[in-house]
């Protein structure tokens, strides 16, 4: 990791123990990050998950 982004983590813990729904604020951003690294993944690949393809 970079200072840039180890500085960027930190603020977002601060700003999500601050929140009163910190826990759900948490999930939600989880769930954001896991979805667009499954896209790029698939963007790479060239197919979905599961998915087959003939060029690879």
């Given at each position: 990791m970079t200072k840039s982004t180890i500085s960027e983590t930190a603020?977002?813990?601060a700003l999500l123990s601050e929140?009163?729904?910190h826990q759900i604020l948490?999930?939600?951003l989880g769930f954001v990050a896991?979805?667009?690294m499954a896209l790029d993944v698939d963007q790479l690949c060239g197919a979905q998950a599961h998915e087959r393809a003939a060029e690879r």
């Open positions: 603020a977002l813990k929140t009163a729904d948490a999930e939600m896991d979805r667009l």
